[in-house]
């Protein structure tokens, strides 16, 4: 409530306002029927084409027995990790042979509160963490991935913004396991780029892990359907985002 009066405050104030999601431009109009629809600008966080020549480590991450996840990113209450850690506690039931990577971690109490997460219900050796790296390894790590997640925790934040990592994902040709948090469910479904899980559910998320894990050609095809969801058709910064923020 503090932070959506904060934002009403400032939105009397501003001469542009620039939201990175189709889902933040409707909230704010909806929510502020005085705000001209004239400063408001739709800048999606979209990565650029260029992502995808990033050099590739020849160095192995991952060990290939293993059908590895990677969530790469920030690490917060709303990102939803929590969740992926929990569907591991539904999925070592039925397969000891699926690896989940964190990567991006850094040091604080959300961080603690996930490795407790992780030795309270015996999963260390299914989950790894790993601390921030430098932004040219990102495209190493995506790429020994079998699968890539954003899996958010559904909030009034979440549900109004669009991660890059969803774009570099399918800029790498990835096949991607998203929540149903409007923006991400919306972009993953339109592309056919990957699978769906209901946000804040590990359960419905260990099921999904579990689908994709035995569908290795579903698993080819939605990676090229995101990347030409990003390349052939339009939906990356040079052709669509900067486009607009250069208009505005």
């Given at each position: 409530y503090r932070l959506l009066s904060y934002e009403k405050s400032l939105l009397?104030?501003?001469?542009?306002?620039?939201?990175v999601a189709k889902e933040a431009y409707k909230r704010i109009l909806k929510e502020n029927k005085e705000f001209s629809k004239k400063k408001l600008v739709l800048v999606e966080n979209l990565e650029s084409k260029n992502f995808i020549k990033t050099p590739v480590l020849k160095k192995r991450l991952y060990s290939k027995k293993y059908f590895n996840i990677t969530y790469i990113g920030s690490f917060g209450p709303h990102r939803g990790i929590d969740t992926l850690i929990r569907s591991f506690i539904h999925i070592k039931r039925f397969n000891q042979n699926?690896?989940?990577n964190l990567v991006g971690a850094e040091e604080n109490v959300y961080l603690d509160y996930l490795k407790?997460?992780?030795i309270s219900n015996d999963l260390d050796k299914y989950i790894k963490i790993k601390g921030w790296i430098k932004t040219q390894d990102v495209m190493t790590y995506i790429s020994q991935s079998d699968i890539c997640t954003v899996p958010h925790n559904s909030n009034h934040h979440t549900d109004t913004t669009l991660p890059w990592k969803l774009s570099q994902y399918m800029?790498?040709?990835?096949?991607?396991?998203?929540?149903?948090s409007p923006p991400l469910a919306r972009i993953v479904k339109k592309a056919s780029a990957g699978m769906?899980?209901?946000?804040?559910?590990?359960?419905?998320?260990a099921n999904k892990i579990?689908?994709?894990?035995e569908s290795r050609k579903s698993l080819i095809k939605y990676g090229k359907n995101g990347f030409e969801y990003v390349i052939?058709?339009?939906n990356n910064w040079e052709q669509k985002s900067s486009l607009n923020l250069l208009k505005a």
């Open positions: 009397t104030k501003a001469s542009l306002v620039i939201v699926i690896k989940l407790r997460l992780i800029l790498a040709k990835k096949p991607v396991l998203v929540s149903s769906i899980f209901k946000a804040n559910n590990p359960k419905d998320c579990m689908i994709m894990k052939k058709k339009r």
